[in-house]
């Protein structure tokens, strides 16, 4: 049959979208992204809030209009929100003929084949199982990848479903992670995203590994120029770790360390391991000891136990830290978690408080960009814009399909990493010329 997939949500929900195309290729099926002509359609979820709940069965519900419009003659929901709701998925959504959960994405094919002979499979297999080694179809572009290296998580915030959808942290053993960043490399990518719920417990339960150890093994790669981190939690930001970050010139000085609020009570009521004091400590250290850094973070308005003076002691830690990437999000209640059972603000409040914290980092950035121009900074060029044929990428500091982007001025190819002069910046874009 003719397949399409749509995944939605993080970076380890596309990597998992890319290891089912290679299986439904491998099984005989033809992958097309037409969702016209497609004869299977396969929905890879995200459920980690509400708003991403819901946007996964607005998704399904669309795909399911192509059975009216289309080719569809069968859909199947995959990922976070097939393992939150199993059954209750086909239940609830008629239109879908499988459920598959995040541990089962290996019998994606077989699947299928149920699917055919007329079955409505709920597949869920062991969400804590070890990390999948399966090939992939790179869906990404030609100059960079994702490089998976663990899975699930045990840090239990407690607002977080993350570990019920995803199961117990699990690092990938370092020989795949380090084959399959060879191989990748071999296929012409140049930037490698390592991603994982918390890349800084890498190697905790694999004795005689580290982060530190692993990045120091990637960066002897011929062929990645790049490697970024996502997402590095505070608590475990080692000395040993920094110092590989400063020393190794193929580790883009771009750190995303989610923080998600500064005030001391309410981080001790989400099961945060750090306080208030030191995640500044951590950020000027940081700051000191790597040139050129530049931080995001992650950060949640509304938060059990934020009143006005808590979040006004939010919006002063920003303007004081500068941090130059941020995204925020107000504060979902996740059912069975338990920040959902304690006293929050109501969901009006959170999103103006969230609205405020973006207008606030909107001046931090637009300072920030104003201050690159007529500077030389490292680039990666990512293709060229269909409309009007200029090549554009990312700075350094621009991790792709979250933060800005740069259009070129001179000769530049898919892949180049170039250093450019920045012309402008305005709105998160940089015009720059290579030199």
């Not at 879908?96 to 994405?105: N, P």
Request: aromatic fraction near 6%.
């Amino acid at each position: 049959m003719k397949v399409g997939m749509i995944s939605l949500g993080c970076p380890k929900n596309q990597v998992s979208a890319e290891q089912m195309l290679f299986l439904l290729r491998e099984a005989g099926h033809e992958i097309t992204t037409d969702m016209d002509e497609a004869e299977a359609i396969v929905v890879n979820t995200c459920a980690f809030i509400e708003d991403a709940k819901q946007e996964a069965i607005n998704t399904v519900l669309e795909a399911a209009e192509f059975k009216k419009t289309g080719a569809l003659r069968h859909l199947v929901v995959a990922g976070c929100l097939s393992q939150l709701f199993g059954e209750q998925v086909l239940e609830e959504i008629p239109e879908a003929d499988a459920v598959v959960g995040v541990g089962s994405c290996e019998e994606i094919a077989e699947v299928l084949e149920r699917v055919q002979r007329g079955e409505r499979p709920v597949v869920m297999g062991d969400n804590s199982a070890p990390v999948a080694e399966c090939p992939r179809i790179i869906s990404t572009g030609p100059a960079w990848a994702y490089l998976l290296i663990a899975e699930g998580c045990d840090n239990r915030c407690s607002y977080c479903v993350i570990p019920s959808i995803r199961g117990r942290f699990r690092s990938r053993a370092p020989e795949k992670i380090l084959e399959e960043a060879e191989r990748l490399a071999s296929y012409g990518y140049r930037e490698l995203i390592l991603v994982a719920q918390d890349l800084t417990r890498y190697g905790k339960d694999i004795p005689g590994w580290s982060l530190a150890r692993l990045l120091r093994e990637l960066v002897k790669i011929d062929g990645v120029d790049w490697i970024r981190l996502h997402y590095l939690y505070p608590h475990e930001l080692t000395d040993e770790l920094i110092e590989v970050i400063a020393e190794e010139p193929k580790i883009v000085k771009y750190l995303d360390i989610p923080i998600q609020h500064i005030n001391d009570r309410i981080l001790k009521l989400m099961n945060r391991r750090d306080t208030g004091g030191e995640i500044r400590a951590l950020f000027k250290k940081l700051r000191e000891r790597i040139p050129g850094l530049v931080l995001r973070t992650s950060l949640i308005s509304g938060l059990p136990g934020e009143g006005g003076a808590e979040f006004e002691e939010l919006c002063e830690f920003l303007r004081e830290a500068k941090i130059e990437r941020a995204g925020v999000f107000p504060f979902s209640p996740e059912e069975g978690t338990p920040a959902a059972k304690m006293e929050f603000a109501d969901n009006e409040t959170a999103r103006e408080r969230a609205e405020k914290i973006q207008e606030l980092q909107s001046g931090v950035m637009d300072e920030w960009e104003a201050s690159l121009v007529g500077r030389v900074i490292p680039a990666i060029c990512d293709g060229y814009d269909m409309d009007s044929g200029e090549p554009y990428g990312r700075a350094y500091f621009d991790s792709p399909g979250i933060d800005g982007a740069v259009v070129f001025e001179g000769e530049v190819s898919p892949g180049d990493i170039v250093d450019i002069e920045v012309l402008s910046a305005a709105e998160g874009v940089l015009r720059g010329r290579a030199v």
